[in-house]
């Protein structure tokens, strides 16, 4: 069993950088592929990042390549969004996640932290 907490939302202005932290409970976070997926209003929840146990993989759609950037540090038990140049398309609930599996699916992860708000304004 994982829990997860986010933290690190809030509102933002266009063009400016937000981090998002991930704290995991337990003792096998390094056995979990981690993401982040982010949900606007009336959209279906989308991937926006991932990562390998080790950490020495990760994978971000073309949305968010060049501009987001996804790190952990399994020591304490952490995954990180780092968001520059956002963007108000970028507005959503953002959620952690973990998997067994590397893969993009949101089905697949099994365990969801309670997400938290991000807002760019225009």
């Known amino acids: 069993q994982v829990q997860l907490v986010e933290s690190g939302g809030g509102l933002v202005q266009a063009g400016g950088s937000l981090r998002l932290s991930c704290a995991a409970s337990g003792r096998t976070f390094s056995r979990y592929v981690m993401a982040w997926f982010r949900q606007g209003l009336g959209k279906e929840r989308e991937f926006v990042a991932r990562i390998s146990f080790s950490g020495a993989s990760t994978d971000y759609p073309d949305s968010a390549k060049g501009r987001f950037t996804i790190s952990r540090d399994n020591a304490k038990n952490t995954v990180y969004l780092q968001m520059n140049s956002l963007k108000p398309e970028d507005t959503a609930i953002y959620y952690c996640?973990?998997?067994?599996?590397?893969?993009?699916?949101?089905?697949?992860?099994?365990?969801w932290g309670q997400g938290t708000q991000v807002t760019v304004s225009s």
């Open positions: 996640a973990a998997g067994s599996v590397w893969t993009i699916n949101v089905s697949n992860y099994n365990y």
